[in-house]
């Protein structure tokens, strides 16, 4: 078993959706903090272990502004992130319901632009 943990190539790649302290605790509740993420992922690549950051999911309004994006991608940068990623937030099924019920309660002002 050893021999095969030896021989495996092992990476990793964390999720850090936004740096923006209002925006990670209204829509990441009870995750790790985005700044711990980004110390994750420095302390992954010191250790050997090649980790990559995915800017996930990305919410029009929320935290994809080019000011918030870019610094973002200069400490991802600085942590030595191998990889750096983006998804837009695509909303399927029940989970649509949900995050418009929250938008709702939440981001009344976004509520026409994620409608359209």
């Not at 302390?43 to 973002?72: H, K």
Request: with cysteine.
């Amino acid at each position: 078993m050893l021999e095969i943990a030896e021989r495996a190539s092992f990476s990793a790649c964390l999720s850090i959706p936004t740096l923006d302290e209002k925006a990670w605790r209204s829509t990441e509740p009870h995750t790790p903090h985005p700044r711990a993420r980004l110390e994750a992922v420095a302390e992954l690549n010191r250790a050997g272990i090649p980790t990559g950051v995915l800017i996930a999911p990305l919410m029009p309004g929320i935290n994809d502004s080019p000011r918030q994006v870019e610094r973002l991608l200069d400490l991802c940068t600085e942590a030595g992130a191998t990889s750096i990623g983006g998804v837009a937030l695509h909303l399927r099924g029940e989970v649509r319901q949900v995050f418009m019920n929250w938008m709702r309660a939440q981001r009344p002002d976004l509520m026409p632009r994620y409608e359209r």
